[in-house]
């Protein structure tokens, strides 16, 4: 498929076109799909088929794959050959659509195509591509998915994880939801890292709408948002599962930050299991909503799934190194950190019980014996030395840097 | 035969009068009443014509005319109908009377005078006319006898108002009770979170509300009632259903953040967003506010006093001396928040005028009725113009609000799960504006209390305690301020009382650099760490003061990074 001469090109280019127009055709699926190009040869033939006299009749008629002929099925409805017949027709918009829109088709010709997705049972036939195709190439795709109802906590695991994952020169692929994926997406720009957002809809009908920025701030600094689905899909229920299996494929390995008992970050991690790539699950506490996917996850998959005690062992299991990093186990404890710093009495008996854990201001209150007024203005002073972080309410130690000494 | 006699109406907050003019001429039996009157005004016809039969005198058969003066003044109200009677029975020669009389009151047909809205003021604007002697009802004896220089003489009927008439100069003929004492109570505790009237039959008159509590607000116990970690103790929900009292601040376990941010809103006057999952106890602590506000001075009680004549349904007994709190349900309508109507009354704004505006749910209230505190969240006064009439209500009300994070009420609450759809609390969140997020000086974020704290042994501060604080801090502030609270603080007088000194400064912009602060946001953090300083005693504004003073910054940017990443 070496580009040759003018005209080869423009042939390329009005395949590439035809494979776009029919990406569009609802209902057409892969199974239709490699049936038409079976058929007619190639998608800008199959187009044509419908103009001529009996041409719909003619694209009903294909047959799809199989054995022998007597349990060959119609892979094409006489339904759905209008719908293409139609496609077909308004062409020419669908096209500029496309490129009004900044996008990208990849076909499955492309060379471009990532051949990580090649190696999938049916791979989407026409990914829609905004950003750079190159980032969707890379050469360690790390998935992190999860729940849109995080905690925290499982927040900060998976920004954290993202953001090492990032400096070590990995890409950070996610599907951009709100919660889990958010935050690693977020993490990774943070970094200045490209990252790859897999869309559960068409590239005009973004959702979740209140990521529009973030998939921007994706593109701007070299990460890729791509989509198996044409402009003009809106998200449903079931374009997630399909999008899943999209992320998974993408990657070499899944991590799982925190999914909930029916999180689709499950389906994501089967997807990853069954295409035979690496499947990481973040542990969770017993009896956390949020973790009860992941446990579940845990104990349905013995030996195949495996679990991350840690973000440096994650990217050593991961065949990552971080820059700058020297011995990649657990970074100094805050308190640690703290004793270097010659903090008040009031500030390290603080540090010394969020050492313990998170705690609310009560409970700060309580184990300081101070009052209010000083805690309160104690724990401003250890926020801004990046010792202590706090939410809702609720205050806990920030873990140094990995690898770093204070 | 021409007879007249003086009476008052009411406009926004201020008494107008009205000469009643009243001719009684042969020809045709008719009555009818002209000058821009309001339909309760045409229907005092029927009701004059009732009372006049029923209290034993005739309705003449001739032809009234009544004229109200001036005649371009749009008149509304009852409060007409004892002057109008009279001036009937004047005109009809039935009764006499010496000396220039005013009557303010509404009859009923059985002859008898009742209480109109708004007699404080229309007392004192007759008393400006220099009208010495005004009869006014008996319910309503005690308010009117606020303003000095005037003779309030009451009388409960027709049969009354004119015997009074009769006998000039005589003293009132019912012995009525004193005017309930207005004190000042002893410094500077316990009696000063609470001065308001003495109400006999009553050993803790602390917990004692006027009957002023406000019939908008519907079950205010029922977010505790539901939820199965609440911070109330028994006593204190008990004291929130029955609409009587106000809960103490012991009564609140835990939630050490909220409450110090409470006391700094209240020494300070800003506004205050409290925001937590149900059961976190933010309602509670707002309705302890009562309890925690210093009484109001002498001007401020005069003019609470006549927002409270106006509004109010009951008659008011005395100056009023507790600071208003009020708290309207979300479900209020713009014309109920900030006022107006076809009479002009004051809404909720004006009626919390000094005191608190409590708004429990604050995404829940409609966006309009939000947006249309802007301008006396601004300014303190609303300006309400309507089509022929305008008028300015005082609205100098500090803002207290509460809201969930989201519908469900869990969200980023750790341990639980939100049961919201995706986007819907970062829509939620943005129901609040940012005129109005700016507004607010302290954000608090209320964790769920654990049960362990609702049974622990030590008893936390209670009201009066904490009310004397905020009372020693209060005044500080007003001395350097010139009579100003430092919530109304900013640009280069804010700075001039901050007092930074120089580790303060370099703190300062370190914070604002860490937060991203806007220059509003900067204000905000000196502004709190200002009030701390007065709670602290101090004359300049430390390092630990903003120190504190951030932790109760605005969590825009972080609240957005939860709900929307």
Same mark, same amino acid.
């Given at each position: 498929m070496t580009v040759v001469g003018d005209a080869t090109q423009h042939a390329e280019l009005a395949e590439r076109d035809a494979w776009a127009i029919l990406a569009t055709v609802h209902g057409l699926g892969p199974v239709g799909f490699a049936a038409l190009l079976a058929r007619f040869g190639s998608a800008a033939a199959a187009l044509q088929v419908t103009g001529s006299p009996g041409g719909v009749a003619a694209l009903a008629d294909t047959r799809g794959p199989g054995g022998i002929d007597s349990i060959r099925r119609r892979a094409i409805g006489a339904e759905l050959a209008t719908v293409i017949a139609d496609a077909a027709g308004r062409g020419s918009t669908i096209v500029q659509t496309i490129r009004a829109l900044g996008l990208t088709p990849l076909t499955l010709e492309d060379r471009a195509y990532p051949r990580r997705l090649l190696s999938l049972e049916m791979p989407p036939h026409v990914l829609f591509v905004r950003g750079s195709v190159a980032a969707l190439d890379p050469p360690s795709p790390v998935a992190i998915v999860g729940t849109r109802h995080p905690t925290e906590a499982g927040r900060r695991v998976s920004a954290e994880i993202a953001g090492a994952v990032s400096r070590a020169g990995g890409v950070v692929v996610s599907g /951009? *939801?709100?919660?889990i994926d958010g935050a690693a997406h977020a993490s990774a720009v943070d970094q200045g890292a490209p990252t790859v957002a897999v869309l559960g809809s068409g590239h005009d009908r973004l959702y979740p709408r209140a990521h529009a920025r973030l998939a921007d701030r994706i593109v701007a600094t070299g990460g890729a948002v791509v989509s198996e /689905? *044409?402009?003009?899909y809106e998200a449903t229920r079931g374009t997630f599962p399909r999008r899943n299996r999209v992320i998974s494929g993408l990657a070499d390995a899944t991590v799982v930050v925190e999914a909930g008992r029916r999180s689709g970050a499950l389906i994501t991690a089967d997807w990853a299991l069954e295409q035979g790539r690496e499947c990481f699950v973040v542990p969770g506490p017993l009896h956390a909503p949020a973790s009860a996917g992941c446990l579940a996850l845990l104990r349905s998959f013995p030996g195949q799934t495996r679990i991350v005690s840690g973000v440096a062992e994650l990217l050593e299991d991961l065949g990552l190194v971080e820059e700058g990093q020297v011995d990649g186990r657990a970074g100094p404890s805050a308190r640690a950190r703290g004793l270097a710093l010659d903090l008040g009495p009031v500030e390290q008996r603080l540090l010394d019980r969020l050492d313990r854990g998170p705690a609310t201001v009560d409970e700060l209150v309580a184990s300081a014996a101070a009052a209010v007024a000083t805690v309160l203005g104690a724990l401003t002073l250890l926020e801004m030395r990046g010792l202590v972080s706090g939410a809702y309410g609720r205050y806990q130690a920030v873990e140094g840097p990995v690898g770093r000494s204070a | 035969m021409l007879a007249t006699v003086h009476s008052a109406s009411l406009y926004g907050l201020e008494g107008r009068v009205i000469r009643v003019e009243v001719d009684v001429a042969p020809g045709l039996p008719g009555f009818s009443i002209v000058g821009l009157a309001d339909a309760a005004l045409q229907e005092a016809r029927e009701r004059c014509r009732g009372a006049i039969r029923n209290s034993g005198f005739d309705f003449p058969p001739r032809r009234i005319t009544v004229n109200l003066a001036p005649a371009d003044l749009p008149k509304s109200g009852s409060g007409l109908d004892l002057g109008i009677a009279l001036a009937i029975l004047l005109g009809s020669e039935q009764v006499r009377a010496a000396g220039r009389w005013a009557l303010v009151g509404e009859l009923s047909l059985g002859g008898e005078v009742r209480r109109v809205p708004g007699l404080l003021p229309m007392v004192a604007a007759l008393g400006r006319r220099g009208i010495r002697r005004v009869i006014v009802p008996a319910e309503g004896l005690e308010e009117a006898r606020l303003v000095t220089d005037v003779e309030a003489i009451p009388a409960a009927s027709i049969a009354e108002a004119i015997e009074a008439m009769r006998a000039p100069r005589s003293r009132p003929r019912r012995t009525i009770d004193p005017p309930a004492r207005v004190e000042l109570a002893s410094p500077p505790m316990v009696g000063s979170a609470d001065p308001g009237p003495r109400v006999p =039959?009553? &050993? $803790? #008159? +602390? +917990?004692e509300v006027p009957g002023r509590e406000d019939p908008g607000r519907s079950d205010p116990g029922r977010e505790h009632a539901a939820? $199965? !970690? #609440? &911070?109330?103790a028994p006593s204190g929900a008990a004291a929130l259903t029955d609409g009587l009292a106000w809960p103490d601040l012991a009564d609140v376990r835990g939630q050490a953040e909220a409450r110090r941010a409470l006391e700094i809103a209240l020494a300070g006057g800003h506004g205050l967003l409290m925001i937590g #999952? #149900? =059961?976190? !106890?933010k309602t509670l602590l707002a309705r302890t506010i009562p309890g925690l506000l210093p009484p109001l001075g002498d001007d401020e009680a005069l003019e609470a006093t006549i927002v409270d004549s106006v509004a109010s349904d009951l008659a008011v007994a005395g100056l009023v001396r507790r600071r208003p709190f009020r708290a309207p349900h979300h479900t209020i309508s713009y014309a109920g928040m900030v006022g107006g109507g076809p009479r002009l009354s004051p809404g909720e704004a004006t009626r919390a005028d000094h005191g608190v505006l409590f708004l429990d749910e604050l995404p829940e209230f409609d966006r309009d009725v939000l947006e249309a505190l802007r301008q006396p969240l601004e300014e303190g006064r609303v300006a309400i113009s309507r089509a022929g009439r305008a008028t300015v209500f005082p609205a100098r009300f500090q803002l207290v609000a509460a809201m969930n994070p989201c519908p469900c009420g869990q969200a980023g609450v750790e341990g639980r799960v939100c049961r919201c759809r995706t986007g819907v609390a970062a829509r939620y969140a943005a129901r609040v504006s940012g005129p109005l997020r700016d507004r607010i000086d302290l954000w608090v974020m209320l964790p769920p209390v654990p049960p362990a704290s609702l049974v622990q042994d030590d008893e936390p501060e209670d009201s009066a305690t904490v009310a004397g604080r905020i009372v020693a801090a209060r005044c500080l502030a007003l001395e350097r301020n010139r009579g100003r609270l430092n919530g109304r603080l900013s640009g280069r007088t804010l700075l001039a009382v901050a007092q930074l000194s120089t580790d303060a400064r370099a703190r300062l912009v370190a914070l604002a650099e860490l937060e991203e602060l806007s220059g509003r946001g900067t204000e905000r953090l000196l502004r709190v760490a200002r009030t701390i300083a007065d709670l602290d005693a101090s004359g300049s504004v430390d390092e630990h003061h903003l120190a504190e003073a951030a932790r109760f910054r605005s969590p825009a940017r972080r609240l957005a990074d939860r709900l929307a990443v």
């Open positions: /951009l *939801a709100i919660g /689905l *044409a402009p003009g | =039959g009553h &050993a $803790d #008159p +602390r +917990r939820q $199965d !970690g #609440p &911070a109330v #999952p #149900p =059961g976190s !106890g």
